[in-house]
């Protein structure tokens, strides 16, 4: 399945189906494992839990571990995604391939890159409806970027998948809200256009590509495991980042000594 970039500018998104190998998504997701591990270690060292959930799968494990926390479940992990296995999914070639065909030879991962273990019933992980550009401060609609949203188990509507507007993005920046958790697009904006959202369900190996001005919002989880993503967005580097980080650059022409080489040179960077 190959990318259409007239149908990313005409409806804001594309969905790419099969596109990252087992091997890749494998490695991401040992990676996640491996946060989850450190994760049990501090709560039994800690005295808060009674057992680990060893044997437990993926999907469950962070679940359990929490069950008697649910204030402290972990919405997102950023910081701690500088990781080997993590490399091989934010620079994927047909990844950048595609991003590259929009913004240029100069590709940068935004400083904005999170791994999103949506837990069952938790209000903090409904994800309102907004647009990224909307918590970039300045002139966000000036960004070149592309959003990459990437799920590690099955996702739908009933746990939690995504909800996009169709063409949305061609209103510009418009005007949000601040909630308790996070930023909502002004009532009065989203009401009018809220009837023609559409579902993003989708598979493991399945990406989305969507326009930072897109209106989108992540839905509550009510199954009863865990709903592991990926969200990142590339950006023409040649651009501000808006941000007081630089993220990191991917792929370059003008400054290829300034990439990151590998899997070894991104665990050797932090976040930012
Ligand atoms: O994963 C979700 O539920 C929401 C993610 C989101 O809003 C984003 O990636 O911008």
Redesign the pocket.
């Known amino acids: 399945m190959s990318f259409s970039r007239e149908e990313f500018e005409g409806k804001g998104y594309v969905v790419l189906r099969g596109l990252i190998e087992p091997e890749c998504r494998r490695a991401v997701q040992r990676e996640c494992q491996v946060l989850v591990e450190e994760l049990a270690g501090q709560l039994a060292a800690a005295g808060r839990i009674s057992q680990t959930f060893a044997e437990a799968p993926f999907e469950r494990r962070l679940m359990l571990l929490y069950r008697d926390l649910p204030e402290e479940t972990p919405t997102t992990f950023r910081r701690q995604l500088h990781l080997r296995g993590f490399f091989g999914l934010f620079a994927h070639p047909r990844l950048l391939d595609v991003a590259a065909r929009t913004l240029g030879p100069e590709i940068r991962l935004y400083p904005n890159y999170s791994v999103?273990p949506?837990l069952p019933h938790d209000p903090r992980?409904e994800?309102l409806w907004?647009q990224?550009a909307g918590y970039t401060p300045g002139e966000a609609q000036e960004l070149r970027m592309m959003?990459v949203?990437t799920p590690l188990v099955p996702v739908r509507v009933e746990n939690?998948c995504?909800q996009f507007v169709p063409g949305s993005h061609r209103q510009g920046v418009v005007e949000h809200e601040k909630d308790q958790h996070y930023l909502r697009i002004a009532d009065h904006i989203i009401r009018s256009v809220e009837g023609q959202a559409v579902n993003i369900e989708l598979d493991p190996g399945d990406v989305v590509f969507f326009s930072n001005l897109l209106f989108?919002?992540?839905?509550p989880n009510s199954a009863d495991q865990v709903r592991w993503?990926l969200?990142f967005r590339y950006q023409d580097a040649t651009q501000p980042t808006l941000r007081p980080a630089q993220g990191h650059l991917l792929r370059s022409r003008a400054h290829p000594e300034q990439v990151v080489r590998d899997a070894e040179h991104w665990a050797q960077l932090s976040f930012g």
């Open positions: 999103r949506k992980t994800v907004h990224d959003n949203w939690g995504m989108h919002r992540g839905l993503s969200d």
